[in-house]
């Protein structure tokens, strides 16, 4: 059974700081390259950040650059996203799934709102 579980959302002030986590098991996420996505109201689904399965290499939306880290532990099949200076664009539903996504292990996600 695969669950994934997105927490650590909350609401934030403009320019403030949250860090969100990601518990995934019964997939495959330990070799898997793993991703942050967001989705706002009204808008698609959009991608976030990737990291690769080893944990060595990352990639950012360029609306998030500089700005947020992702980062994974294998070893307790955990994902996070660090997002610093958080700006009201980036008020979304955040969920986590492999990159690419897998349709079947979207989560409930982590709601972030950001006040301005």
């Known amino acids: 059974q695969v669950l994934v579980a997105e927490s650590g959302g909350g609401l934030v002030q403009a320019g403030g700081s949250l860090r969100l986590s990601c518990a995934a098991s019964?997939?495959?996420?330990?070799?898997?390259?793993m991703g942050w996505f967001r989705q706002a109201p009204g808008k698609e689904r959009e991608f976030v950040a990737v990291i690769n399965w080893i944990g060595d290499s990352t990639y950012y939306a360029d609306s998030v650059k500089g700005r947020f880290t992702i980062s994974r532990d294998n070893a307790k099949n955990m994902l996070y996203l660090q997002m610093n200076s958080l700006k009201p664009d980036d008020a979304a539903v955040y969920y986590c799934?492999?990159?690419?996504?897998?349709?079947?292990?979207w989560g409930q996600g982590t709601q972030v709102t950001v006040s301005s």
């Open positions: 019964g997939g495959t996420f330990e070799t898997s390259d």
């Open positions: 799934n492999t990159v690419p996504y897998t349709d079947r292990y």
